[in-house]
């Protein structure tokens, strides 16, 4: 007995400290899964995310000593070392490297003992974890074991205690092993199903979704292929796409060229058992599931070019939106500003410069149509007044509409004999003008005509530049009423938003112009800002109809031509149509917005262009970038528009709101979502 209990407390010894070695292991597994998951969320929200992952590290392992963590980030192939690397902005330095679908990967390590009675079986131990992956972690190799010479009734309790407890010691690794492999595969899951739904937005096929998911998720080839875990396979009948019922509900519609907005993933492993094998149970095969929306996750960081229409048109009134057609689109622009990101989620206040927050997230700026005098754009942000009424000294026009009075400026009286002053609350139209097709920015260029009693000069289709001052915060539920952005969208009580301007009535709706405008604006804006993505949302009836001329009047002035090619006054809408897919090709993303679009019209486009006989609707549609950016508001009312979008929501407020979630990245959610 005297030799055997030795043995027994070198056994008992040994399972403690190998176990609680092994403990540290899952914890710092576990732990490194958290923190990678959080690095890859972190994008756009914090100028610190080696910091941000490790926080999360340290919280997800309380039991292991924080200062005992050593940290290797890679992101996007620049390493960096320690538990932080602090940057500038949120789209600079570390932060900036967390491109949407550039590799990231966490390694933490950690320090352990296999030491029993003073003898260290894994000198300079470590446990290493790299972004979900295990290293290496050496087991004893100089076990010493041995069971004494004495006889007695006692040796064969002792024998069969010492099964047991090797029996015991054997169930821990097995069903340690097994806990690893499942959690290591849980994350190649996630891992999966959050790469083909992020994926479903741009994909042309819904075979692309599928290759992209298989790709990250540990099967032998793809990205996250590992040799610990050898044999992953994706389950029979996964991944597979679906269009979930709660999803759509919360306006993330299935349409498009994959019309899904749910992927779910499942894959498998046979885990091979070592002490269970003794019994007949040679391998367990370990099962982890996914499902991820397109949608709905972190903010990421945007350049958002808005264009409105404010032609005289939109002056009309819209008894379902309850206000003019101007106002309910500027109404629909606020809800955008109150659910972009104006700057990092870890940041308690936007601090802003400018207009512009520091690590600003999401940057706005606001264009218009037709374009206007440089020298008077400034009153779109200052609080525009509506027309006053006409009386003999203001010759200002009234014309009603749908049991409203509309008040407007025109250059000369109803005789056409004397000339009319404009409005001082407004800016004063001008003939449009033609930006370059792919420049690099935006320069606003002499406007060929400008009518009287305007002298030449220069015309512009920008109201504001990029600003991310629209709220204070990102926590704030309230629009910034110091931010002329804000201003421009009528988004102070009691001050006016930019409208349809002074002479609005001579020069009718002309697109191309306004797209080009803003594509440039955006690309300019984006190498200013790396990292950062390129959105246009346009809002428009979709009907173009600006003539040549009007009356004495120029409209589209030189170089514009009766080609049907940009610039000219000839197939109006399909250059607009192609100017929208310019955009996309450049990696904009385009969504269009139809409000009241009628079937029936562009009549420049009926004897010419590049898509003869096409309709305001169809032109509204082809815009977007693909048929799941297209969104409509038929129910205005007068319209008589049947022009319904595959997208299920239809007031402007609720299509904002869309658009503003359609701008965030894939999300993970339970299984059993319907």
């Not at 403990?23 to 597994?29: K, S």
């Not at 998911?213 to 044999?231: C, D, W, Y």
């Not at 920008?462 to 709220?471: A, I, K, N």
């Not at 949302?537 to 120029?554: K, V, W």
Request: hydrophobic share 40%.
């Amino acid at each position: 007995m005297a030799l055997v209990l030795p043995v027994l407390l070198l056994v008992v010894t040994g399972i403690l400290t190998f176990g609680l070695a092994f403990n540290n292991y899952i914890l710092l597994t576990e732990a490194t899964s958290v923190g990678a998951r959080t690095l890859a969320i972190s994008r756009g929200e914090t100028t610190n995310p080696c910091a941000t992952a490790a926080a999360a590290v340290y919280a997800a392992a309380p039991l292991l000593v924080p200062g005992n963590l050593t940290f290797t980030f890679v992101l996007n192939g620049t390493t960096y070392k320690g538990a932080s690397c602090n940057s500038g902005s949120s789209t600079t330095g570390a932060a900036g490297n967390l491109k949407q679908g550039a590799y990231a990967s966490v390694t933490v390590s950690y320090p352990c003992s296999l030491a029993v009675y003073g003898t260290d079986y894994a000198p300079n131990c470590s446990l290493q974890i790299a972004d979900l992956r295990i290293g290496s972690m050496r087991t004893p190799s100089n076990a010493r074991s041995w069971l004494g010479g004495e006889c007695g009734q006692v040796l064969p309790l002792v024998a069969v205690a010492f099964v047991v407890l090797l029996g015991m010691a054997g169930l821990a690794i097995d069903v340690g092993h097994v806990y690893y492999c499942e959690r290591a595969l849980q994350g190649y899951a996630d891992a999966a199903a959050l790469a083909g739904a992020g994926d479903m937005r741009t994909a042309t096929t819904s075979a692309a979704v599928i290759a992209t998911s298989t790709s990250f998720s540990a099967v032998p080839g793809s990205v996250n292929a590992q040799g610990t875990l050898p044999n992953v396979t994706m389950a029979s009948g996964f991944p597979v796409l679906k269009c979930l019922t709660t999803l759509q509900n919360q306006g993330l519609a299935c349409v498009g060229a994959v019309p899904y907005n749910a992927l779910q993933v499942q894959v498998q492993v046979v885990v091979p058992m070592y002490f269970a094998a003794l019994f007949g149970i040679n391998t367990m095969t370990v099962t982890a599931g996914a499902t991820a929306a397109s949608r709905g996750g972190a903010a990421t960081p945007y350049n958002v070019a808005v264009v409105v229409d404010t032609s005289l048109s939109m002056l009309y009134p819209d008894a379902d939106c309850g206000s003019t057609e101007i106002a309910c689109a500027m109404n629909g622009v606020q809800v955008l500003l109150k659910t972009l990101t104006p700057c990092a989620a870890s940041l308690a206040k936007c601090s802003i410069t400018n207009g512009v927050a520091a690590s600003a997230v999401d940057r706005v700026a606001l264009f218009t149509f037709p374009d206007v005098s440089t020298t008077t754009t400034a009153r779109d942000v200052t609080c525009t007044t509506p027309v006053p009424s006409p009386t003999p000294q203001n010759l200002y026009w009234s014309m009603a509409n749908g049991g409203a009075t509309i008040n407007f400026v025109m250059p000369m009286s109803n005789t056409g004999t004397t000339p009319v002053t404009p409005w001082s609350s407004l800016p004063a139209a001008m003939a449009y003008s033609f930006p370059a097709v792919g420049a690099s920015s935006y320069v606003p260029t002499q406007s060929d005509f400008a009518t009287y009693p305007m002298t030449l000069g220069t015309a512009t289709y920008q109201v504001t530049q990029f600003l991310s001052d629209y709220r204070t915060s990102n926590a704030a539920t309230t629009l910034n009423s110091n931010s002329t952005l804000v201003k421009a969208a009528g988004g102070v009580i009691g001050c006016g938003s930019m409208t349809s301007p002074n002479y609005d009535g001579i020069f009718g709706t002309y697109y191309a112009g306004v797209i080009y405008a803003a594509q440039s604006a955006l690309v300019a804006e984006k190498a200013l800002n790396p990292g950062t993505e390129n959105v246009l949302i346009f809002l428009s009836d979709g009907d173009a109809t600006a003539p040549q001329n009007n009356g004495n009047n120029t409209v589209m002035g030189s170089p514009a031509t009766s080609s049907g090619q940009y610039p000219s006054w000839v197939g109006e809408c399909g250059q607009a149509v192609v100017a929208a897919k310019y955009a996309t090709s450049q990696g904009t993303l385009v969504y269009s917005v139809a409000y009241g679009s009628e079937p029936s019209g562009c009549a420049s486009d009926q004897s010419g262009g590049s898509y003869p006989n096409i309709s305001p609707c169809d032109t509204m549609a082809s815009i977007a970038s693909a048929a799941q950016y297209f969104y409509s508001d038929y129910h205005q009312s007068g319209s008589g528009s049947v022009c319904v979008a595959g997208q299920p929501v239809t007031s402007l407020s609720a299509i904002f709101s869309a658009i503003s979630a359609d701008l965030t990245t894939a999300r993970l959610i339970p299984n059993n979502t319907t």
